[in-house]
Each structure stands twice: as structure tokens, then as C-alpha cells.
């Protein structure tokens, strides 16, 4: 796998974390910054998907009145907690 450096100022605190848990670890610094990084991106794109999705649902009219989901939300931890709104 071919790679490329990427260099980035962060603050000395967030620095001064990066080198105490690579130590902790007994990892490298680049390892520890390659790990955050792909599960920031990871996060993100599922950020995304999750928003296209429902940008789909809302264009396609599966929405969920506000009141409903409010009553839902009401009656948990109830003796008579209601099914979760369908659209």
C-alpha cells in the first residue's frame, strides 16, 4: 500500500495526548493519528448516509407527526409505554 505524509498544527495539549497514549500503547505517533483519522471519516460518512437516507424517507412523505413521537417519548418509563409511531 503506498502512502503519503500529511502533516496538520495542532494544539500542544491534543499533541501532548497523542504522545501520552502512543506511550501507554508502546505504538507510534502516526499510528495512534491514522486510527482517529479513519474513525472520524468512518463516522462522518455514516453521518452522511444516514442523512441522505433520511432526506429520502422525508421526500418519499415517511414522516412522523411531531406529537405523536412526543406522546411516544411521554409514555416511556410509563406502566403503559406506546409502540414507537410508524409513518
Known amino acids: 500500500m503506498s502512502t503519503r505524509v500529511v502533516t496538520a498544527h495542532i494544539p500542544n495539549e491534543l499533541a501532548d495526548k497523542v504522545d501520552a497514549l502512543a506511550a501507554r500503547l508502546e505504538r507510534p505517533r502516526g ?3 491514522k486510527k ?3 474513525a472520524w471519516i468512518e463516522e462522518e460518512e455514516l453521518r452522511d448516509r444516514l442523512t441522505r437516507e433520511a432526506i429520502a424517507e422525508a421526500d418519499q412523505g415517511l414522516l412522523i407527526d ?7 417519548a411521554a409514555s416511556l418509563g410509563t406502566d403503559a409505554p406506546r409502540p414507537f409511531p410508524k409513518p
Open 31 to 33: 499510528w495512534i493519528v
Open 36 to 38: 482517529a483519522i479513519v
Open 66 to 72: 411531531e406529537d405523536e413521537i412526543k406522546a411516544w
